[in-house]
């Protein structure tokens, strides 16, 4: 069992649809991260939330903080084919902590 | 900066032998990690290195593997003897600190065990 777990693990969908990504966890996080991984690169960091609660956005990607900094979510809409790839969640238990990162969601944009 | 570099891209080897995977951080960067990669198991963290010296060692499979870091600029992780069971994507990461800091990953090895 993983100590961050992300769900759905793949998801397909048509260009323009929306799409949302979970990551959830028994454990609390001082900050949490998005990564998002290409065929044959490494991950590439998307975004850093550390306030429960928190939201950010880029551009077509919303991301959202638990209140309880237990979960986090990512939502991209009207997804287009470049937003395919792997998305990792990757959390901290502390500021000085290493990061555990999730199992990960692979998501396939069709056009 | 060039990023992180990774060599070699993709290694094959045959079960028995030594593979050695380098990686040069990112300059200024502190912390070096070391990754794998597989379906299986996701990304897991084998190692990371804070000023040149391991910190955390506690992911590294058995002790076949061992990893070095001679200087800030330069760090290799050697499997000795290998398994097919080793094939993974490694990943080198380096960053300033821990915790909400990014990590910025290489392209990764592509090791493959026969």
């Known amino acids: 069992t993983q100590l961050l777990e992300q769900s759905p693990q793949f998801l397909s969908i048509q260009e323009g649809e929306n799409l949302t990504v979970y990551c959830n966890s028994s454990?609390?996080?001082?900050?949490l991260q998005w990564y998002r991984q290409e065929p044959g690169e490494g991950p590439v960091l998307l975004v850093t939330?550390?306030?429960?609660?928190e939201v950010k956005k880029l551009k077509r990607l919303t991301f959202q903080f638990g209140d309880a900094r237990k979960d986090s979510s990512l939502h991209i809409t009207a997804a287009q084919p470049g937003d395919t790839g792997l998305y990792l969640c990757?959390?901290?238990?502390?500021?000085?902590?290493?990061?555990?990162f999730g199992g990960g969601t692979r998501v396939l944009v069709k056009p | 900066d060039a990023g992180v570099i990774q060599s070699p891209r993709h290694e094959v080897t045959e079960m028995g032998q030594e593979v050695t995977l380098r990686c040069k951080p990112i300059?200024?960067?502190?912390?070096l990690f070391w990754y794998r990669q597989t379906m299986m198991r996701g990304l897991e963290l084998l190692i990371y290195f804070n000023n040149n010296v391991p910190i955390d060692d506690s992911g590294m499979p058995e002790d076949r593997f061992s990893a070095k870091m001679p200087n800030a600029s330069f760090s290799t992780l050697k499997i000795q003897p290998s398994e097919p069971r080793d094939s993974a994507v490694y990943f080198c990461?380096?960053?300033?600190?821990?915790?909400?800091?990014?990590?910025?990953f290489g392209p990764g090895t592509r090791l493959t065990v026969t």
């Open positions: 454990s609390v996080f001082s900050s």
């Open positions: 939330v550390v306030t429960g609660g």
């Open positions: 990757a959390g901290a238990k502390a500021a000085g902590n290493k990061l555990t």
């Open positions: 300059s200024g960067h502190d912390y």
């Open positions: 990461a380096s960053s300033l600190g821990l915790g909400l800091y990014e990590q910025y």
